[in-house]
């Protein structure tokens, strides 16, 4: 019952355009979510991450666990790729890549500019994230799935150009040498 008092407090994502600040901060909310949301509902919020680590523990929501094998799916695509390009061997830890992240890795690859690659890979995500949608919009995998959209859509609205470039350049070194997949910070 608690889920319908909550989302009906959440305003929409949808349609919401980049250049237009977000009707809602991540901080209100969690703060909504720790009012309304049972303990277990609560520690499934605060594990979603936009970068899953390689071996994401199930957490016991289909939607988390599926936006955290895609989204894992996706960045060792990028890292093969990126890694072929340069004739250099990524170890793909004996997974097999579905041929569609194969396609966005490519895709997003050949961009010249970083952030037009970022751009791409972030509304592929969105898209991504679209067909894991719940239809029942006053459910726990629903408020999951739009704390997921919410902080895609924080993200795209910090990159700075400057900062993105060394980003992106620590990324691609580290998938190259085979390090952690997540971005400094």
């Known amino acids: 019952m608690a889920e319908y008092y909550l989302i009906s407090q959440l305003p929409s ?3 919401v355009s980049e250049n237009v600040p977000l009707p809602i901060t991540e901080e209100r909310f ?3 979510c720790e009012r309304f949301l049972g303990k277990k509902s609560q520690e499934a919020i605060k594990k979603i991450s936009l970068s899953p680590p390689k071996n994401a523990e199930c957490l016991g929501s289909s939607l988390i666990d599926a ?5 894992i799916n ?5 890292g093969k790729v990126r890694a ?4 250099k061997v990524f170890d793909t830890e004996n997974r097999i890549l579905p041929v569609e992240y194969i396609k966005v890795a490519n895709a997003a690859i050949e961009k010249e500019n970083p952030m037009e690659a970022e751009k791409y890979l972030n509304s592929y995500r969105l898209e991504m994230l ?6 029942d919009a006053f459910s726990d995998e629903y408020i999951f ?9 924080l993200r795209i609205r910090q990159f700075d150009t400057e900062t993105g470039k060394k980003a992106y350049r620590n990324i691609y070194n580290s998938i190259i040498k085979g390090d952690n997949l997540e971005a400094e910070q």
């Open 74 to 78: 996706l960045r060792f695509a990028l």
């Open 145 to 153: 799935y739009y704390g997921l959209k919410l902080k895609l859509l």
């Open 13 to 15: 994502l949808d349609g």
């Open 130 to 135: 679209e067909t894991l949608r719940p239809m």
């Open 84 to 87: 072929e390009k340069m004739n």
């Open 30 to 32: 969690n703060e909504l």
């Open 67 to 71: 936006w955290n094998e895609c989204e």
